[in-house]
C-alpha cells in the first residue's frame, strides 16, 4: 500500500471500509461478520488518483471539424462516456477546468447523484476570457463568434467590472474552482502563443473576486510575463507554464503556487493532430511550446516548485491520462513524487485534502490497485486493474 501522506510503501496492510469511508487501516483487523473481502495482495493499492487538468465535456483529440459539427446536446451524449473512461483509467477525482453551456455542471450531479459513473468533480464552467483570447473563437469571420450569442454563454469578460460580474455568474452557476486564460493558448488560432491577455487588473479582479466567494483560481498562461502576472494576481495554480522564467520560479516558491504542467499531450498532438485536420498553424505553435515545456517543468520541480498532476485530458482521449506519469519521471521526478503529485498535492491544490489523496481514516474509500509496483515501474499505472470509488468497487481486473 502507498502511503502518500509520508512517501513510503507498506507491506501487509488491512483497509476496512464502512459505506463510502475508510474507517481503519492495520496490520490485521478483525474481519467484522458480514464484511465482503477483497483480496489485492498481489497488488500494490494506491488511493485514486486526481487530475487537476481535465475537460471531461469534449474531445478535441478526435478530429478538428467534429468540433464544430457537434452541438452541446452532442457533447451532452457524449460527456459520460469520457467520465467513465476517466474513473476507470484509476482517476477517481478530476479539477474540470473548462466546459461550455455547464455541462460539466449536469455532468458532476449525475455522477454524485449516482446516475452516470465518473470520478469526482471540481467544476471551473466557463473558461473566462478577453476577446480575442484562448477561450474566444479566433480566426474564423465574425459572423462565426461567440460574441454573437448570448453573453452569459460564453466566458467572455473584458475589464475589471465584466470580469467581476463573470466570476459571480459563473459561481452562481456551479462553478466550484475559476480559470481564466493569462496568455495566450496553442490550440487555439491567436498569433502568440504565450502573450498576456488580461491586464494585472482584470488577473487581480477575477481572483479576489473568486477568493471573496470562496473559491480558488487557476490561470491558463505559456508566457514567463503572463505566468509572473497570474501569480502576483494570487492564483492557486499556474496551467501550462511552459515559459516559465527565474522569476515566475521564484514567485512560485514564495506564493506556493502550484505548476500544473501538462507534458504527455505534446506527443499525442506531434503525432496525430495533423491527421485530425488541426490548421498548421496551431501545429507550429505546439513545436514551439512542448519541449521547452518538458524543460521547464523539470527547473521548477528541481527548485522545489509545487506540483500537481494536470493533462488537458480532452486534448487526448479521455482515459489515457495515467500516460503523463512516465513523463513526469523522464522529466526530473521520482515515482513517488509523481505519485504524489496526482494524490496529495492534487487534492491540496483542490481544497479537497480531508476528502480524497491519501488512504487515511475518515477519508473516502477512493482506492486503487495494480499488479507490481509502480515505484519500480511507473507505467504500470497507464493500465489500473482495481477501481473503488467511495466503497464501490468500479472495476476489478485483478481478483478472478
Ligand atoms: N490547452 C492547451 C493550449 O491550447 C494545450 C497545450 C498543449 N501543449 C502542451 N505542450 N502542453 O494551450
Not at 451532452?76 to 461550455?100: C, H, I, M, Q, W
Request: glycine share 10%; hydrophobic share 40%.
Amino acid at each position: 500500500m502507498i502511503d502518500t501522506e509520508i512517501g513510503v510503501v507498506l507491506n501487509n496492510k488491512m483497509i476496512l471500509i464502512e459505506n463510502d469511508t475508510i474507517k481503519k487501516i492495520a496490520d490485521n483487523i478483525e474481519i467484522p461478520k458480514n464484511a465482503l473481502v477483497i483480496d489485492l495482495s498481489n497488488a500494490t493499492v494506491l488511493p485514486g488518483l486526481i487530475d487537476c487538468h481535465t475537460h471531461l465535456t469534449f474531445q478535441s483529440g478526435d478530429n478538428y471539424y467534429e468540433m464544430f459539427r457537434k452541438s452541446i446536446v452532442d457533447y451532452a451524449v457524449l460527456a459520460p462516456s469520457y467520465a467513465k473512461n476517466t474513473l476507470g483509467a484509476g482517476f477517481t477525482s478530476v479539477r474540470d477546468v473548462g466546459a461550455e453551456s455547464f455541462l460539466d455542471v449536469a455532468l458532476k450531479k449525475a455522477i454524485d447523484d449516482g446516475k452516470i459513473s465518473g470520478p469526482r468533480m471540481q467544476t471551473a464552467t466557463y473558461y473566462i476570457s478577453s476577446t480575442g483570447g484562448h477561450g474566444d473563437l479566433v480566426g474564423f469571420s465574425p459572423r462565426l463568434s461567440f460574441n454573437n450569442g448570448p453573453k452569459e454563454m460564453t466566458g467572455i469578460a473584458d475589464g475589471v467590472d465584466d470580469v467581476r460580474q463573470k466570476v459571480r455568474y459563473l459561481i452562481k452557476h456551479g462553478a466550484g474552482v475559476i480559470k481564466f486564460g493569462a496568455s495566450a493558448g496553442v490550440l487555439s488560432e491567436e498569433e502568440s502563443v504565450g502573450a498576456p491577455q488580461y491586464s494585472q487588473e482584470e488577473m487581480n479582479a477575477i481572483v479576489s473576486e473568486a477568493k471573496m466567494w470562496g473559491r480558488k483560481t487557476c490561470a491558463h498562461a505559456h508566457g514567463a510575463k503572463a505566468i509572473n502576472m497570474a501569480i502576483k494576481s494570487g492564483v492557486a495554480s499556474v496551467e501550462h507554464g511552459s515559459f516559465v522564467d527565474d522569476e515566475g520560479i521564484a514567485l512560485m516558491r514564495k506564493n506556493g503556487t502550484y505548476l500544473v504542467a501538462d507534458i504527455y499531450v505534446d506527443d499525442y498532438i506531434l503525432a496525430e493532430y495533423g491527421k485530425l485536420g488541426f490548421p498548421e498553424d496551431i501545429i507550429n505553435k505546439e513545436k514551439i511550446v512542448g519541449l521547452i515545456q518538458r524543460q521547464n517543468f523539470q527547473k521548477a520541480h528541481k527548485a522545489g516548485v509545487k506540483i500537481a498532476f494536470g493533462s488537458d485530458a480532452g486534448v487526448y482521449p479521455h482515459g489515457w491520462n495515467g500516460k503523463q506519469f512516465y513523463h513526469m519521471v523522464k522529466w526530473g521526478m521520482t515515482p513517488m513524487q509523481a505519485i504524489q503529485s496526482a494524490t496529495i498535492n492534487a487534492s491540496d491544490l483542490m481544497g479537497w485534502e480531508d476528502k480524497v489523496g491519501s488512504i487515511a481514516v475518515g477519508k473516502y474509500a477512493d482506492i486503487i490497485a495494480v499488479v507490481g509496483n509502480p515505484i519500480d515501474d511507473i507505467k504500470l499505472l497507464e493500465n489500473v486493474q482495481f477501481v473503488m470509488k467511495g466503497g464501490e468497487v468500479f472495476k476489478n481486473l485483478i481478483e478472478k
